[in-house]
C-alpha cells in the first residue's frame, strides 16, 4: 500500500538518498529543499522551504501523512571558550525550534494516519563525549529529549524516533572529509574501517519511517559502524 510521507531537507545527502529509496518502493513523497535544484516527478513533490524563514505550503499535501522526517543540520565543531551565545543558538533553532514548528504544523495530518511515524536526527556525540563537540550536542541532545518526550505523548497513533549516525560522508561533512589523509583517518578510527554513507542511514531512516518498524518508538537508532559502543 503507497503511503504519503513528507522530507524535510530531500535535496542533497541522507534527505536525498531516503526520497530515492522511498520513491523506488511506491510511496507518495512531500519533500522540501532550500538551495539544491530539484525536479518534481510522479512519486516526488518539492517546494521550497527555508525552515528559519519560510511558512510551510499546505496546498500540496493529502489529509493523511503517514510519516514525516526532518533532515536539516549542521556540524560546527569549536572549543567551548570561543562559541557564541549566537552560535549555539542558531543551531538550536535550525535543529530543534525548526523540527517543532513543522511537527505541530503537521501533527493533525500525522493524527490521521494510525500508525504514523516521525524520525529526527542526533550524533553519536550525545551520549560520547568528543573534544569540541559542545555547540552540536546541545542541540541535538534537545533532539533526543524531544524525541522521547514526544513518542510518549503521541503513543499509540504515532510513533517517534531518531537516528545518531557518526561522521557520513555527505555534503554536511565535508570539510571533514576534504582530503584522502582525512578520510583514511575517519576511516581507521570507525570499528569497521569504512565511513558511512548517506544512503547507509537513509536505509535507516526508511525502516523507521514505514511500517518495518511498526512496534519501535522513543528510541535513538545508533547508525554509526559501531563507533558508539566499540572501542
Known amino acids: 500500500m503507497n503511503k504519503n510521507y513528507v522530507i524535510i531537507g530531500g535535496s542533497s545527502g541522507i534527505g536525498k538518498e531516503l526520497v530515492s ?14 538551495e539544491n535544484k530539484v525536479e518534481n516527478h510522479d512519486k516526488v513533490q518539492y ?3 527555508n525552515v528559519l524563514n519560510d511558512s510551510f505550503n499546505l496546498d500540496i499535501l493529502p489529509d493523511e501523512i503517514d510519516g514525516l522526517v526532518y533532515c536539516p543540520g549542521s556540524i560546527n565543531l569549536k572549543p567551548f571558550k570561543r562559541f557564541t ?9 535550525l535543529q530543534v525550534v525548526g ?19 516521525i524520525v529526527l536526527f542526533s550524533t553519536i556525540a550525545v551520549q560520547n563525549g568528543f573534544n569540541f563537540h559542545s555547540q552540536v550536542a546541545i542541540s541535538k541532545g534537545a533532539v533526543e529529549g524531544l524525541t522521547r518526550s514526544l513518542a510518549a505523548e503521541l503513543a499509540p497513533k ?14 554536511l561533512a565535508s570539510k571533514f572529509l576534504n582530503t584522502p589523509q582525512k578520510i583514511a583517518a575517519q576511516a581507521e578510527n570507525n570499528p569497521l574501517k569504512k565511513i558511512g554513507t548517506a544512503k547507509d542511514v537513509a536505509e ?4 523507521l519511517v514505514t511500517d518495518k518498524s511498526s512496534w519501535t518508538t522513543g528510541q535513538i537508532l545508533h547508525v554509526d559502524g559501531g563507533s558508539s559502543t566499540i572501542k
Open 21 to 34: 529509496i522511498l520513491a523506488k518502493e511506491g510511496h507518495n513523497i512531500f519533500a522540501t529543499y532550500n
Open 47 to 49: 517546494q521550497k522551504f
Open 85 to 93: 551565545d549566537e552560535d549555539f543558538i542558531s543551531d538550536f533553532k
Open 99 to 117: 523540527a517543532t514548528k513543522i511537527i505541530k504544523i503537521l501533527l493533525p495530518r500525522l493524527a490521521k494516519g494510525g500508525n504514523s511515524s
Open 158 to 171: 504515532i510513533r517517534v524516533n531518531a537516528i545518531a549516525p557518526s561522521l557520513t560522508d555527505t555534503s
Open 204 to 207: 535507516a531512516a526508511a525502516y
